[in-house]
């Protein structure tokens, strides 16, 4: 199933791996991965995780406090936020539809 983008979501993630890499030289790119096998695993089964609202579903990482939050339309994923979980909860509620 192909997977896209909000563009905030983008943002947020380019964000999170800068982060990270300043931190940490390195660890940005392991964060990086660590959404990559995320994704991978959301393209292959997109209803394995619990929904989070009416319209939406969380992905949470393992080893970062970030979870993808995604909902499903009929031929793709789209992306709403790549959430830090220990910051406001459903910030990014406005931006579904």
Not at 6 to 23: G, H, R, V
Request: proline share 5%.
């Amino acid at each position: 199933m192909k997977i896209k983008f909000l563009e905030i979501a983008q943002i947020e993630l380019d964000e999170a791996i800068s982060y990270y890499n300043y931190e940490m030289p390195g660890l940005g790119d392991a964060f990086f991965t660590e959404i990559l096998n995320a994704l991978d695993r959301l393209g292959k089964f997109p209803e394995a995780w619990q929904p989070f609202s009416k319209r939406t579903r969380r992905c949470q990482l393992r080893r970062f406090p970030y979870g993808i939050i995604y909902q499903i339309l009929e031929n793709e994923i789209i992306v709403v936020a790549i959430a830090n979980l220990h910051r406001k909860p459903e910030y990014w509620g406005n931006r579904i539809q």
